[in-house]
C-alpha cells in the first residue's frame, strides 16, 4: 500500500525530508513500486500504440480452420500458332481474368511486375493484343464504376517502361503503389496475383501484359470461394501495400496481424475440388515473410524433399548462380537438393527449361551438368529438356514473347505454383510467391491437382517443341 506517500510533493523533496531510518527505507521502496506500477505500463503501451502507427496492420486475422467450398483450376495461356496432339487442356489464363473482374463485388487487389497490356505500350500493331485491351477496358471499368476498391501494388518502374496502363487506372480511381524492391532488397517485385473479394485468388507466371495472354506459354492457379486461402495471400499484399507508401522501411519485425498459422509444418486443412488437402502460401524474399510464413526457397527446397518417386520441374530460367550479382556469385542451395535425392533416393528428375532469344548462354553449362547425372547401371536419372516455342516472321517481331515462362514444379505428392525464376536472386532479394497443395493423403475417384498438373508437364516433355540437351546440342540453330 502507498498509505502516507503524498504523491504531489516532489520527489526531489521526499529524498530531503528527515525521518527514521527505517520509515526512510519503506517510503523509498514504496516510491520504487510506484514507479515501477505505473510508469512501466505507460512505456510499453506507447511502445505498442508507436509499433501500430508505424505498420498499418490488414483488418482481418485467419480462421484455424476452413470449411469453405475451395474449387481450384489450371489456367493456362497457350500461344498462338502452339498446338498439342494430346487431350490434356486447361481454361485460359484471359478467360479466367475477365471471370474475376466480373465477380468483383467489393475489392480487388493485383501484385504485379509490370504493365503493358496494350498495343501502344509495346508499339506494336498486333491484333493479338486485343485480349490485353480486353483486361485493362474491363479494370478500367469496374475502377470507374466506383463500387469496387481496386489497389494495384507494381514494382517500380524504370524510366525506360510504360507506365500508361497504370495512368488510365488511376486516373479511373483505382488506388495505384509503386514499390521501390529495388531500394528495399536490392530486387523487384516479381510477384503475380490477385485476391478478389477476399474469397477468390489468382496465382502464377503471368504478367499484366497482353504477350502473356496470347503470345507467350504460362501458367496459373484460380481458387474460387476460398476465403480462408484468400485472406492469407491478402496478408502478403497488404505486405506490399504499407511499403508502397513514400518512405517506408521493411519492419526489422513484422507485426503479428501479418505474420500466418499456415506453413510447410502446419498447412491449411482443407477441401480442395472436394478433396481433403494440405496447402500453404510461400514467399519471397526473407525479409517480406512475417512469422510463421514459410520462405518460397525452403519450400521448394522441402517439396524435393518430401518426393520418393519424381521431381519434374517447369521454370524459364534455372541458373545455379546469383543471376544478377556482381561480382559473380555461385549459389548451388536448388541444384544440391535436386543431385542429393537423385543419389540418395534414386528419385527421377526431370527439368523443363525454356531456350529462347533472351536465354543468358551461361545456363547451359550447368544444365548439361545436370543432365549427366544419368546411369542406368547406378539408377541414377536427371533429364534436362529445352522447351523452345517456335515463332514466324511476324511473331519474330513482338519483344520478349514466343517463351515458355511456366514457374512450377510437380512430384508424386505435391503441386507447386510460383511466380519466380530458379535463380538465387529470385529468392534472396526479389519478391515472389507460391502456392503449395498436396492432396496423397485423400482417396477420391477425381483427378488430383497433383495429378493434373503432372498431365500438363508430360504434355509438354513429350511434345515436339521439346529436345534433350547434350554435349552436341546446336543451341544456335534451337534456339
Avoid at 548451388?332 to 548462354?361: F, G, K, N
Avoid at 498438373?453 to 547434350?470: C, G, H, K
Wanted: hydrophobic letters at 35%; glycine letters at 4%; proline letters at 5%.
Amino acid at each position: 500500500m502507498l498509505t502516507g506517500i503524498n504523491t504531489d510533493v516532489p520527489y526531489e523533496k521526499l529524498a530531503s525530508l528527515k525521518m527514521p531510518e527505517e520509515e526512510t527505507q519503506h517510503r523509498y521502496k514504496a516510491q520504487k513500486y510506484y514507479w515501477f506500477v505505473f510508469l512501466v505500463p505507460t512505456l510499453l503501451l506507447a511502445v505498442m500504440v508507436l509499433q501500430a502507427l508505424l505498420v498499418p496492420l490488414p483488418s482481418r486475422t485467419l480462421r484455424q480452420t476452413c470449411t469453405d467450398p475451395c474449387r481450384l483450376v489450371l489456367v493456362e495461356s497457350i500461344p498462338e500458332g502452339l498446338s498439342f496432339n494430346t487431350s490434356t487442356t486447361n481454361p485460359s489464363i484471359y478467360q479466367t481474368w475477365l471471370d474475376l473482374i466480373s465477380e468483383a463485388q467489393s475489392s480487388l487487389d493485383i501484385a504485379s511486375f509490370y504493365w503493358t497490356l496494350t498495343n501502344k505500350d509495346t508499339g506494336t500493331h498486333e491484333q493479338t493484343a486485343n485480349q490485353g485491351e480486353d483486361i485493362l477496358a474491363g479494370l478500367t471499368r469496374l475502377s470507374k464504376e466506383g463500387r469496387v476498391s481496386v489497389r494495384i501494388a507494381v514494382s517500380m518502374p524504370q524510366e525506360s517502361q510504360p507506365q500508361e496502363d497504370l495512368a488510365i487506372l488511376s486516373n479511373a480511381g483505382a488506388d495505384v503503389r509503386k514499390v521501390n524492391m529495388r531500394e528495399l532488397t536490392s530486387g523487384v517485385l516479381h510477384t503475380k496475383f490477385w485476391v478478389v473479394d477476399r474469397k477468390h485468388i489468382y496465382i502464377g507466371s503471368a504478367n499484366m501484359d497482353w504477350r502473356s495472354l496470347t503470345q507467350v506459354k504460362e501458367l496459373g492457379a484460380v481458387v474460387y470461394n476460398c476465403s480462408c486461402l484468400a485472406e492469407d495471400l491478402g496478408k502478403i499484399f497488404q505486405a506490399y501495400w504499407y511499403l508502397g507508401e513514400a518512405g517506408k522501411t521493411i519492419p526489422s519485425h513484422w507485426p503479428a496481424n501479418y505474420s500466418t498459422p499456415y506453413n510447410k509444418d502446419t498447412p491449411l486443412e482443407l477441401s480442395l475440388n472436394g478433396t481433403p488437402s494440405s496447402t500453404y502460401l510461400s514467399s519471397s524474399p526473407p525479409a517480406l515473410c512475417a512469422d510463421g510464413r514459410t520462405q518460397d526457397l525452403k519450400a521448394i527446397l522441402s517439396v524435393i524433399d518430401d518426393a520418393h518417386q519424381f521431381v519434374y520441374i517447369a521454370v524459364m530460367n534455372y541458373l545455379p548462380t546469383m543471376e544478377f550479382s556482381h561480382p559473380k556469385r555461385y549459389w548451388s542451395d536448388i541444384d544440391t537438393q535436386l543431385r542429393r535425392v537423385a543419389y540418395e533416393r534414386r528419385v527421377h528428375v526431370r527439368l523443363l527449361i525454356s531456350c529462347w532469344a533472351s536465354t543468358q548462354p551461361a545456363m547451359f553449362p550447368f544444365l548439361r551438368s545436370l543432365a549427366s547425372v544419368n546411369d542406368h547401371k547406378s539408377k541414377l536419372d536427371i533429364q534436362v529438356k529445352l522447351f523452345v516455342v517456335p515463332a514466324n516472321p511476324r511473331q519474330k517481331e513482338i519483344p520478349y514473347a514466343r517463351v515458355n515462362h511456366n514457374k512450377y514444379m510437380v512430384t508424386d505428392k505435391v503441386a507447386y505454383i510460383g511466380t519466380s525464376n530458379w535463380s538465387g536472386d529470385y529468392f534472396v532479394h526479389t519478391a515472389g510467391s507460391a502456392l503449395v497443395v498436396n492432396q496423397t493423403s485423400a482417396q477420391s475417384t477425381e483427378s488430383t491437382v497433383q495429378e493434373q498438373l503432372q498431365a500438363v508437364f508430360e504434355r509438354d516433355w513429350d511434345s515436339s517443341y521439346s529436345t534433350p540437351i547434350n554435349q552436341h546440342t546446336d543451341l544456335n540453330r534451337l534456339c
